[in-house]
Structure formats: C-alpha cells, structure tokens
C-alpha cells in the first residue's frame, strides 16, 4: 500500500522556521511527483510547493515563494519543505501528495488517490 507520512509541525513564533518532512512508501519514488499543500478550515486547499523527483524541477506558490524551499532525498524517499520566515497567515493542516501528473498540474488538480494525513503548522505573531 501506498503510504505517505507528513511530519514535522508545531508552533513556532513569527519569523521562524520549520521543516516539514513527508516520508513515501511502496510507490516508484522516482517516478512520482510530491507536492505539498495546506488548508485552513472553512477555507480552500492552497497548492504550495512541489517537486519532481525524476528530475529535479520545482515549482512554488506566489505565497511561499522565496521563503520556503523544497527538496527531495531519494535515497530515504522523503522529500522535505523547509519553511523560513514564517508568517501567522502560513497557519494551517500541510498535506503532502504524490502523483504522476506535472508539478503544476498536481498543483492545481491535486492528487487523485495518494494522500498524508497532514501536519499542524501554527505560526504565532
């Protein structure tokens, strides 16, 4: 079974940092793209940050862009998010997702079937 495990949040003053890991198993990992997203209740899902573990490309929401970073370790099929400069607005549930549509595509779409149970991030100001 495919398996996806979102780690790493907390609460963390403004100005702060985190880093998110979402762990993946009994899938290709090379063959898959990661993305992560985050979603407050009563509000929609936002597709933050993913990348192709093939090869390499990553792609950013406007958002997010320049503050946090994506990277992926192969070896560990995990693939990280490091959050800098947080902001009270970054609270929300992150969720990572793996699929094998483009990195922006499974931005916007999501992913159909494969799914973390997310991670609770709260940035305090």
């Known amino acids: 079974d495919v398996q996806l495990q979102a780690s790493g949040g907390g609460l963390v003053q403004a100005g702060g940092s985190l880093r998110l890991a979402c762990a993946a198993s009994?899938?290709?990992?090379?063959?898959?793209?990661i993305g992560w997203f985050r979603q407050v209740p009563g509000k929609g899902r936002e597709g933050i940050s993913c990348?192709?573990?093939?090869?390499?490309?990553?792609a950013y929401a406007d958002s997010v862009k320049g503050r946090f970073t994506i990277s992926s370790d192969n070896a560990l099929n995990t693939v990280y998010l490091q959050m800098d400069s947080l902001k009270p607005e970054d609270t929300a549930r992150y969720y990572c997702?793996?699929?094998?549509?483009?990195?922006?595509?499974?931005?916007?779409?999501?992913?159909?079937?494969?799914w973390g149970q997310g991670t609770q991030v709260t940035v305090s100001s």
């Open positions: 997702a793996a699929d094998q549509l483009s990195c922006l595509l499974l931005l916007r779409l999501g992913a159909e079937n494969y």
């Open positions: 990348i192709s573990n093939r090869h390499g490309g990553t």
């Open positions: 009994g899938l290709t990992f090379d063959d898959y793209v």
